[in-house]
Each structure stands twice: as structure tokens, then as C-alpha cells.
């Protein structure tokens, strides 16, 4: 798998060149962080429309998101993050995006760096790009030990996929047009950052990690808490290994470059 330097990439706008994209913020309970989120995509990478999955929020994140100038679609209840991720896809396939970005919700990723997963796609050089934190590791990433189960995963995701994966559990990634039309029809639920990194290989896609830094949370609460560790760690190795045993999703039509 090829490995993209920062220092290579220039922090230019994307040339679309008459693509549209969509950059896809699933958020439950983020309204001390939501409108910052938005107003920040809208500045830095004005090139992309912006939804907001609003994912069941008790809060403000709804009408934050909105006043800061989103799109946003209400889901009725809580799907979890695998759910509102795959709304966002569908909204992207149904309204004919070329690319489509998933970006958290409570300020932790870096607007002006989705250009850095933008240009791989356009240049026709992957189908996925995930941002990393370990490629070149600055900012906040994580705990110790949150970062050893990473790397974990990272090796057995790697040793499925037959590719180097540094970062399988970044929600920092971007999708070209074969990446949204697999995504809106199938979405792993339950573990879905790992799990679509063996869902995407098994369907032919090719993945690549950009250095992606982190911010720590500005507000709300991980949807992924510290507490359930090893018992986490273990009902996610089991998903990966579980997804890479399933046979290819049959598509409604064909999912091709």
C-alpha cells in the first residue's frame, strides 16, 4: 500500500473539476462542538457540501448544525455510528456525489486536511483513503493503551486485507464514486471502520492511509468509551475476522471505477 508524505501534498484546494463532494458529520449529542464542526468544514474546505446525520440527539447538536449553515437529516433513533455513516452514503449515491468524506462531529479532525484524502481519489490512485494518526504521528491520538489495541487491530486487519493498515479505526476517511455506490447499498453496524476496510478489499477497492493529525474533543462523548477495552478489543477482532469470512454482498448493479 502506497504511503502518501504530507509533506508532499500541497494544501491547495482540490481541483473537483466538476465533481461534487459531500463531506458526511454523523453526530449524536455534539452540540457543544457541532456549529465550531460546520462553520470549520465551510471555511476550510469550502468545496464540499456539508450533512450532518443527526443520529437520535437528545441536545442542540440539530439546530446548531443548521444555524452554522449544514444540511441536516433527523434520524428518528439512535442507529449508532455504522447507521448514520450509511445514511450519509445513501443521501451522496441518491444525489449523484463523486466523492463523499466521513468527519466527526466533535472537533477532532482538521478540515483543511481533506484535501490530503481528496487528491489520491481524484487522481485515480485509491478508492479509499483513510487518515492516519500513526504515519506520522502529531497532535492528540490517544491513550497508551488505546493505541497498543489499535495496533493490534491494525495487525490483524493488515495480515486480512494483505495491506499495511496503520489506522483501521480512524473515522477520518474519504470514498470515490465506487466507494459510495458499495457503502450505500452494505455498511458494516456494529464495528464499522475496521469492518469496511475488509468489506471495501473484498469488493476490489483500493485502500491507502494519508498522515491525518488530531485534535483532542471539544465537547460530547466518544462513541467508542475506554471502559469496555479488552472485551471491546476482542468482539472487534471477531467482527474483522467474521467480515472476512462472509462472501462478497451481491450489489444491485456493478460497483466499478
Given at each position: ?14 481541483d ?6 459531500l ?27 456539508v ?12 439546530e ?15 442507529l ?8 450519509g ?22 478540515a ?9 481519489l ?32 491494525a ?5 486480512v486485507?494483505?495491506?499495511?493498515i ?7 476517511r ?12 452494505v ?45 471491546y ?18 450489489l444491485?448493479g456493478?460497483?466499478?471505477r
Open positions: 500500500m502506497e504511503v502518501l508524505r504530507a509533506d508532499s501534498v500541497r494544501r491547495a484546494p482540490p473537483l473539476a466538476g465533481r461534487r463532494a463531506v458526511v458529520v454523523p453526530a449524536y449529542n455534539e452540540a457543544e462542538a457541532i456549529a465550531r464542526t460546520v462553520r470549520d468544514l465551510r471555511r476550510q474546505a469550502p468545496w464540499a457540501d450533512l450532518v446525520v443527526n443520529d437520535g440527539s437528545t441536545d442542540e447538536t440539530p446548531r448544525a443548521r444555524a452554522a449553515g449544514a444540511k441536516v437529516l433527523d434520524l428518528p433513533v439512535n449508532g455510528i455504522g447507521g448514520a455513516v450509511q445514511t452514503y445513501r443521501y451522496a449515491h441518491e444525489n449523484g456525489y463523486d466523492l463523499a468524506f466521513q468527519f466527526d462531529g466533535d472537533g477532532q479532525h482538521r483543511r486536511r481533506l484535501a490530503d484524502l481528496a487528491r489520491p481524484l487522481a485515480a490512485e485509491a478508492d479509499l483513503v483513510v487518515g492516519s494518526r500513526f504515519l506520522r504521528p502529531r497532535g492528540a491520538t490517544s491513550s497508551v493503551g488505546r493505541i497498543a489495541g489499535i495496533r493490534v487491530l495487525a490483524a486487519v493488515s495480515a486485507t494483505g495491506r499495511r496503520t489506522d483501521p479505526t480512524s473515522g477520518f474519504g470514498v470515490g464514486r465506487c466507494g459510495i455506490e458499495l457503502f450505500a447499498q455498511y458494516p453496524q456494529d464495528y464499522p471502520e475496521p469492518e469496511s476496510l475488509v468489506l471495501a478489499h473484498k469488493h476490489g477497492l483500493r485502500v491507502t492511509e494519508v498522515p491525518a493529525a488530531m485534535r483532542r474533543r471539544r465537547g460530547g462523548v466518544s462513541s467508542i468509551p475506554f471502559w469496555v477495552g479488552v472485551h478489543m476482542a468482539k472487534v477482532l471477531l467482527a474483522v475476522l467474521m467480515e472476512a469470512l462472509k462472501a462478497p454482498v451481491r444491485e456493478e460497483v466499478a
